[in-house]
């Protein structure tokens, strides 16, 4: 990416009001984020009919805020230079593969610690209550020694309870962890996992999330934290969960993104398992039987240690055996990100031909869609 460009996509993805949504349908509409913080200095952003849902408009509270941004482009980095963060962004090879499961991928990812964690061949998502029995509570750290022993890469939520037993499982085991967040990183978490946030970036795990580093926890981020939860492991355990609780809501992800999903059954009646034999009774979940009985389905649904050979040979030519129309549409939107209609008007082609040549890509790993901006990625992205 542009560096330029690099830093108005911070600073746009940065702007309060502008989620994953509003952001891919400004860049989709305006060519990029440098061209979004453009229009808004000239006064155009104001004047463009920018549709953030059917029937409304950018509120003009929003516009103003992307007007200041634009006015101080690199006040967003240095906030995150001051906290030591690093970011990815779709638009960087680095950025993880596993979220191409994602309706909307977060425009930014924001980091603490090792990047590469989150690129693990195996990685096992634990979740469940804040509040877990001693039997859940040693269950959850069973299971994450266990996972983390095969050489997983344990993925929770850095909350009291399951999700902490977890990550502290998975460090005495000399595994890595990734602990994804439901606030800014100015808020990482309970103060009382401090010390094993520090450990976790110690041993070579990493912190992240997709919200900027001043967001508080509100009732409506951890959602949004259990959906890149999910998507960050090849499987979810959900160990314990009452019938109200965030985990049931990752496991739901987990489904919606075709992960595999384990769910420890609990006894009938009893209210901390409530949820669980909700999701086993409702969903397609799996029953946790058992540690030999995991590594089983795991290996029968491919999840596991790496393999000599699995991996793929890239090509020296992404475009290689592309035809004429999808290396034109190809060729297009390696330049710039852009929305169809901006891909219609770079390549002279109907609108039909290039939304299917922009399937044809994303099924080929070469393109990527953040709510209407189409982006390179995968060995495009790489290519430049």
């Given at each position: 990416?542009?560096?330029?460009?690099?830093?108005?996509?911070?600073?746009?993805?940065?702007?309060?009001?502008?989620?994953?949504?509003?952001?891919?349908?400004l860049?989709?509409?305006?060519?990029?984020?440098?061209?979004?913080?453009?229009?808004?200095?000239?006064?155009?952003?104001?004047?463009?009919?920018?549709?953030?849902?059917?029937?409304?408009?950018?509120?003009?509270?929003i516009?103003?805020?992307?007007?200041?941004?634009?006015?101080?482009?690199?006040?967003?980095?240095?906030?995150?230079?001051?906290?030591?963060?690093?970011?990815?962004?779709?638009?960087?090879?680095?950025?993880?593969?596993?979220?191409?499961?994602?309706?909307?991928?977060?425009?930014?990812?924001?980091?603490?610690?090792?990047?590469?964690?989150?690129?693990?061949?195996?990685a096992?998502?634990?979740?469940?209550?804040?509040?877990?029995?001693?039997?859940?509570?040693?269950?959850?750290?069973?299971?994450a020694?266990?996972?983390?022993?095969d050489?997983?890469?344990?993925?929770s939520?850095?909350?009291?309870?399951?999700?902490?037993?977890?990550?502290?499982?998975?460090?005495?085991?000399?595994?890595?962890?990734?602990?994804?967040?439901?606030?800014?990183?100015?808020?990482?978490?309970?103060?009382?996992?401090?010390?094993?946030?520090?450990?976790?970036l110690?041993?070579?795990?990493?912190?992240?999330?997709?919200?900027?580093?001043?967001?508080?926890?509100?009732?409506?981020?951890?959602?949004?934290?259990?959906?890149?939860?999910?998507?960050?492991?090849?499987?979810?355990?959900?160990?314990?969960?009452?019938?109200?609780?965030?985990?049931?809501?990752?496991?739901?992800?987990?489904?919606?993104?075709?992960?595999?999903?384990?769910?420890?059954?609990?006894?009938?009646?009893?209210?901390?398992?409530?949820g669980c034999?909700?999701?086993?009774?409702?969903?397609?979940?799996?029953?946790?039987?058992?540690?030999?009985?995991?590594?089983?389905?795991?290996?029968?649904?491919?999840?596991?240690?790496?393999?000599?050979?699995?991996?793929?040979?890239?090509?020296?030519?992404?475009?290689?055996?592309?035809?004429?129309?999808?290396?034109?549409?190809?060729?297009?939107i390696?330049r710039?990100?852009?929305?169809?209609e901006?891909?219609?008007a770079?390549?002279?082609?109907?609108?039909?031909?290039?939304?299917?040549?922009?399937?044809?890509?994303?099924?080929?790993?070469?393109?990527?869609?953040?709510?209407?901006?189409?982006?390179?990625?995968?060995?495009?992205?790489?290519?430049?």
């Amino acid at each position: 990416m542009d560096p330029s460009e690099r830093i108005a996509w911070l600073a746009l993805a940065a702007v309060q009001g502008v989620g994953p949504a509003t952001f891919g349908r400004l860049v989709a509409g305006f060519g990029g984020a440098r061209s979004v913080l453009r229009a808004a200095s000239d006064g155009r952003l104001a004047r463009t009919a920018v549709e953030v849902e059917t029937g409304r408009r950018l509120p003009a509270e929003i516009v103003d805020r992307i007007v200041a941004a634009a006015d101080a482009p690199g006040a967003a980095t240095a906030l995150l230079d001051r906290l030591g963060l690093w970011t990815l962004t779709p638009l960087d090879p680095a950025y993880p593969s596993r979220f191409g499961v994602l309706e909307t991928a977060p425009p930014v990812l924001y980091g603490w610690g090792d990047p590469a964690a989150l690129e693990g061949h195996f990685a096992v998502g634990i979740v469940g209550t804040r509040r877990p029995t001693p039997a859940g509570r040693a269950l959850a750290a069973r299971v994450a020694r266990h996972v983390a022993g095969d050489g997983a890469v344990v993925v929770s939520g850095l909350a009291i309870g399951i999700d902490g037993a977890a990550h502290a499982a998975t460090l005495e085991a000399a595994g890595r962890t990734v602990a994804v967040i439901g606030a800014g990183h100015d808020h990482p978490g309970p103060r009382a996992h401090r010390a094993l946030l520090r450990a976790i970036l110690a041993r070579g795990g990493a912190v992240v999330s997709e919200l900027a580093p001043y967001t508080p926890a509100s009732r409506g981020t951890f959602p949004r934290r259990n959906r890149l939860l999910a998507a960050l492991a090849d499987a979810v355990v959900v160990v314990e969960a009452p019938s109200r609780s965030g985990a049931i809501n990752t496991g739901h992800h987990a489904l919606e993104q075709g992960r595999a999903l384990f769910v420890a059954p609990g006894r009938p009646g009893d209210p901390a398992t409530a949820g669980c034999l909700r999701l086993l009774r409702e969903t397609p979940a799996r029953p946790l039987v058992g540690l030999p009985e995991l590594d089983e389905d795991l290996a029968a649904l491919g999840i596991g240690p790496a393999r000599a050979g699995e991996r793929p040979v890239t090509g020296s030519d992404p475009l290689a055996d592309l035809g004429s129309v999808e290396r034109s549409v190809a060729a297009a939107i390696s330049r710039t990100p852009s929305g169809i209609e901006r891909l219609v008007a770079a390549t002279g082609l109907p609108a039909g031909v290039v939304g299917g040549a922009v399937t044809l890509l994303q099924l080929r790993g070469l393109a990527r869609i953040v709510d209407g901006a189409v982006l390179p990625a995968g060995p495009l992205l790489e290519r430049g």
